[in-house]
């Protein structure tokens, strides 16, 4: 009964009180405007405006018509919001080590969230060997977590690779000759075996000071001075620098993975390993990417 595109002209000519500021908001002319509210008026078959050369006001009829333009317009933005979003459906159980959700995979989540309101996210943060295994329980869909490097660059599942690189808090220094004192995540974590198998091959000596299945609980310790952490370059937790030891050689790189519990996956399960791959260079600013 009343046109969108009336009951727009109608709004423009209220909040500015003329024809010609309308006309003007709205990229019309002034009896283009004009006759968009003759059509409304005949439509609702009632006078909405009064006006005369020097002003224009609501009629009763006319403030009425005020807050069902609003109405009709914005169920009309909701409609249109609803038929253009994506059809996907479904549930994706995903699941991500801290290291990555404390970057910039919050906001590539909350966009695939935006682009597909009806698929339900749930999300499981926990260390990378703890995914793979809540993975293979069958209770995550995809895991984005970290492994050894494959052979190659063969492995689809790389989303990116980074440098392991020791940390330490700003002005840390050890005397020549101490252990280093290591802080860490507990057993079966990957970076807590690589170190260990470093300073082993090494011949250094090290002892653990603290360690905690948080990274922000690792994080702590370290800028405290507890101790030293092994972390990937292109993420470092905040406040902490590279640290150096002639001692020790390059930890080597690590490689970022998207694995998934099947074979063949499903439309929502796609779009987010697509959603996250396009994103790569967003999650390692200035990292390796595949």
């Given at each position: 009964m009343f046109d969108p595109t009336h009951l727009r002209s109608f709004l423009a000519v209220e909040s500015t009180r003329s024809f010609t500021a309308a006309g003007r908001r709205l990229g019309l002319r002034q009896s283009t405007v004009s006759g968009h509210v003759a059509k409304l008026e005949a439509a609702a078959g009632r006078r909405l405006l009064l006006r005369d050369t020097h002003s224009v006001e609501l009629t009763a009829d006319g403030a009425a018509m005020l807050g069902f333009a609003r109405e009709i317009l914005e169920r009309e933005e909701a409609a249109q919001r609803y038929f253009s979003e994506s059809t996907l459906r479904g549930r994706v159980r995903f699941g991500a080590s801290e290291d990555l959700v404390l970057h910039e995979l919050p906001a590539v989540l909350a966009e695939f969230r935006r682009d597909h309101p009806r698929v339900d996210l749930e999300l499981t943060v926990a260390l990378s060997e703890d995914l793979n295994q809540l993975l293979a329980d069958g209770h995550l869909d995809i895991a984005f977590g970290k492994q050894r490097p494959g052979v190659g660059d063969r492995d689809p599942r790389v989303v990116f690779s980074d440098e392991l690189v020791l940390h330490s808090a700003p002005g840390f220094a050890l005397d020549p000759g101490e252990p280093i004192p290591f802080v860490t995540y507990p057993e079966p974590a990957l970076?807590?075996?690589?170190?260990?198998?470093?300073?082993?091959?090494?011949?250094?000596?090290?002892?653990?000071?603290?360690?905690?299945?948080?990274?922000?609980?690792?994080?702590?310790?370290?800028?405290?001075?507890?101790?030293?952490?092994?972390?990937?370059?292109?993420?470092?937790?905040?406040?902490?620098?590279?640290?150096?030891?002639?001692?020790?050689?390059?930890?080597?790189?690590?490689?970022?993975?998207?694995?998934?519990?099947?074979?063949?996956?499903?439309?929502?399960?796609?779009?987010?390993?697509?959603?996250?791959?396009?994103?790569?260079?967003?999650?390692?600013?200035?990292?390796?990417?595949?």
């Open positions: 970076t807590r075996a690589i170190a260990l198998d470093l300073f082993r091959r090494s011949g250094v000596p090290y002892r653990i000071t603290c360690t905690s299945d948080s990274l922000n609980g690792l994080r702590a310790a370290v800028l405290a001075g507890m101790g030293v952490i092994l972390h990937a370059a292109g993420m470092p937790p905040e406040g902490l620098v590279p640290f150096e030891d002639p001692r020790l050689p390059s930890p080597g790189p690590i490689d970022v993975v998207l694995t998934a519990r099947r074979s063949v996956l499903s439309a929502p399960e796609e779009a987010l390993v697509r959603a996250i791959r396009a994103n790569a260079d967003r999650l390692t600013p200035g990292r390796r990417t595949r």
